[in-house]
């Protein structure tokens, strides 16, 4: 359900009048050739398209408005091959709503100490071209990321795909709709939050609905469907003896795959990227759904349990910015610690939700009772994560703000079989310890609730942030409790000042 083919990235050449037709035809030259050389690149993921030299205020403007208009168009190159007077730009960024990359980059990468002559430098300026354009995005306090660097690095590429992925997400959260199903776990806070502020600021919109919208999908399900969606299970999965056909539990399962049809139909008829649920609210549920969230994450849609939006938008967020990539993102949530001192880590879980995506091997299909809520056992997948590095984030409502935060960490694998733990399990080891990332976070007023990901980087959540105006701030190995202290501190005052009324 996420294409990034789709989209398109915008390659904006700055320069001017000053330097003769000639030259303006050789920029426009050495900026096709950089627009085929990023399209040539399999590690860019989004398409990129040439435009043609801006050089005057009009024709800037006009760009700029037809970036705006564009449904394809997720964001703009930014790139001064020579010099462009950057009053030329105001106009232009003034109306700009589409976030853009500053690209510090030269033609040309080396010196040619030989024949370097009046001409070349003519034609070779981005390192002072920029800074004029580099000048004009700061006195207008234009959020942008600058990336700097050679165009054929690796780091470069990496660094622009990385900025790529983060605008296609933010591109599908503008419009997107997340269904909230039962409303919030009654009276936990951290799930609340203004609905009108989030889509104020990043786009989405949350709406509530009856579990009886729902049902009414589901019942509408046929035995056929069933007959089919189970069959798939059964290939899939190792399937546990009692779900088994003529297991005295194949009911529960068959009703497992009702509710997935059921909810797929219903998120396809609302054009939903996200939802929540409830545990506390599945009227006309028989069970509360477990595979079903497992298997609709790992085709792309948001989740968040216990009515949690923000995290259920965070995770179709990251699902779009790790589409094609290597490694599974999930709604996580820190659930059970092991603190032996020199060992301490992090037993991630939930009830049930946690995205197929992240399974390291076969998952087993499983039914377990829930020993909450009050409904029939839940069919649910149960598996391993991969070890390897990874990442924790959230976004929560401060009440004046919202904030990102982010917390590296590494997923080991555990020491010892866990037989009869019912649920798919990552255990890691926060950065920098579990200690100071455990403080760090719960100082931040870190959630419960996360989206987890072996896919999306710590960059990938600072692009976004920026784009979005967020407030963002990553627990990593260079984090101390002092300075995270201060952090704080600064940045209530930073964000009062910024934000304004
Ligand atoms: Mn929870």
Redesign the pocket.
């Known amino acids: 359900m996420i294409q990034l083919k789709e989209l398109e990235v915008w390659f904006i050449t700055g320069s001017q009048h000053l330097y003769g037709e000639k030259t303006l035809k050789q920029v426009a030259a050495n900026s096709q050739a950089i627009t085929q050389a990023l399209n040539d690149r399999d590690e860019i993921s989004i398409r990129v398209v040439f435009k043609p030299v801006l050089t005057s205020p009009d024709a800037i403007l006009d760009l700029c408005l037809e970036a705006n208009r564009s449904p394809q168009c997720i964001g703009l190159i930014m790139w001064m091959h020579t010099f462009s007077p950057a009053k030329m730009w105001i106009s232009g960024l003034n109306v700009l709503k589409k976030p853009f990359v500053h690209l510090h980059t030269q033609f040309n990468r080396d010196i040619p100490w030989s024949t370097i002559d009046m001409n070349y430098m003519n034609l070779n300026q981005s390192a002072h071209g920029d800074r004029e354009f580099g000048f004009i995005c700061s006195r207008m306090r234009l959020a942008r990321k600058v990336i700097v660097g050679f165009w054929q690095d690796p780091d470069v590429l990496d660094r622009l795909d990385t900025w790529m992925r983060a605008a296609s997400a933010w591109h599908d959260a503008q419009g997107a709709k997340i269904a909230r199903l039962g409303d919030n776990m009654r009276e936990v806070a951290v799930t609340e939050g203004d609905k009108v502020g989030a889509q104020m600021q990043l786009g989405y919109s949350v709406n509530g609905y009856s579990l009886g919208n729902l049902t009414t999908y589901i019942r509408a399900i046929s035995e056929a469907e069933v007959d089919r969606l189970v069959a798939e299970y059964d290939t899939q999965y190792n399937v546990a003896n009692p779900l088994r056909s003529h297991g005295p539990k194949r009911a529960s399962l068959r009703e497992a795959a009702r509710i997935e049809l059921g909810l797929r139909a219903f998120l396809d008829a609302g054009d939903f990227k996200a939802f929540t649920n409830t545990f506390e609210n599945l009227e006309g549920l028989a069970q509360l759904p477990g595979i079903a969230v497992q298997r609709l994450m790992a085709d792309g849609y948001g989740f968040g349990?216990?009515g949690?939006w923000k995290t259920a938008a965070l995770v179709r967020a990251m699902k779009v910015m790790s589409a094609g990539l290597d490694g599974g993102t999930s709604f996580m949530?820190d659930y059970t610690y092991h603190l032996e001192p020199s060992a301490m880590k992090v037993l991630g879980a939930?009830?049930l939700e946690i995205c197929a995506s992240l399974a390291s091997e076969q998952p087993s299909l499983e039914i377990h009772p829930l020993s909450i809520g009050d409904k029939e056992d839940p069919v649910r997948l149960v598996f391993n994560v991969p070890p390897g590095p990874g990442i924790n984030a959230s976004i929560l409502d401060l009440g004046n703000r919202f904030r990102m935060l982010g917390n590296q960490v590494d997923v080991v694998a555990p020491a010892e079989p866990a037989p009869h733990l019912p649920v798919a399990r990552a255990v890691w080891i926060p950065r920098p310890d579990l200690k100071r990332a455990a403080a760090a976070w719960i100082l931040a007023g870190g959630p419960?609730?996360t989206c987890f990901s072996q896919a999306v980087t710590a960059e990938h959540l600072e692009d976004f942030s920026e784009m979005a105006g967020l407030e963002f701030l990553l627990i990593d190995d260079n984090t101390t409790l002092p300075q995270f202290k201060k952090e704080l501190r600064w940045n209530e005052v930073y964000y009062h000042a910024a934000y304004g009324f």
């Open positions: 349990a216990e949690d949530e939930h009830m419960h609730h």
